[in-house]
């Protein structure tokens, strides 16, 4: 019993003596990827309001914002309708 005591009593003047070490925290910037972007203009239609709910709840579920569905759908319209030669000449 003794000798616990004495390990206990050790214990208490190492701990006063010594300051423990607080580790330190490394900050390091978060790489991002820059997006190279075309220019942007704004795009307004009307559509009904159950395909806007359906977007919405597209969005969230796999976590996109409306204009990147928007983006994407456009997209993806035009590449199956449009013929190359349509898209390039028209684009200016």
């Known amino acids: 019993m003794d000798k616990y005591k004495d ?5 208490a003047n190492k701990l006063k003596q010594e ?6 925290q490394e900050v390091q910037p978060v790489k991002v990827e820059t997006v190279v972007k075309g220019a ?7 559509i009904p309001k159950t395909l ?8 969230l579920e796999y976590d996109r914002s409306l204009k990147d569905i928007n983006i994407e759908a456009l997209e ?17």
């Open 19 to 24: 300051r423990p070490k607080t580790p330190m």
């Open 52 to 59: 806007l709910k359906r977007i919405k709840a597209f969005g």
């Open 7 to 11: 390990k206990l009593g050790g214990l």
């Open 40 to 46: 942007e203009i704004q795009f307004n239609n009307w």
């Open 76 to 92: 993806l319209y035009l590449n199956q309708k449009a013929k190359p030669e349509e898209t390039t000449k028209n684009a200016d």
